[in-house]
Nanobody
């Protein structure tokens, strides 16, 4: 069973940076539109950033130019570079996307398990 696996979370001081990565756990045929979401305690999951298979990006307003989503299609990996992190960015960050496991199967939507990002002094 293929899963999306996130990495790169951790504890950082306000103003610091982290780079999250997301990649499938096994061999796949292709990834398409990919997304980063986050969920803070007591709040609903919210969309942070999106990137199409062609590289077009969209961001939530609260990103305010601080975050950058990118992808490496050769490695089927998606990144989220987060700069100038603030305490309100503290949340579990989830990777989500449309993945085609093989040439013979239709793309499906997959979620990762999440990676904790904590911004605190």
């Amino acid at each position: 069973q293929v899963q999306l696996v996130e990495s790169g979370g951790g504890l950082v001081q306000p103003g610091g940076s982290l780079r999250l990565s997301c990649a499938p756990s096994g061999n796949i045929f292709s990834i398409y539109n990919m997304y980063w979401y986050r969920q803070a305690p007591g709040r609903q999951r919210e969309l942070v950033a999106a990137i199409s298979d062609g590289g077009r990006t969209n961001y939530a307003g609260f990103v305010k130019g601080r975050f950058t989503i990118s992808r490496d299609n050769a490695k089927n990996t998606v990144f989220l570079q987060m700069n100038n992190l603030q305490p309100e960015d503290t949340a579990v960050y989830y990777c989500n996307g449309n993945i085609q496991i093989s040439r013979q199967t239709a793309p499906g939507n997959y979620w990762g398990q999440g990676t904790q990002v904590t911004v605190s002094s």
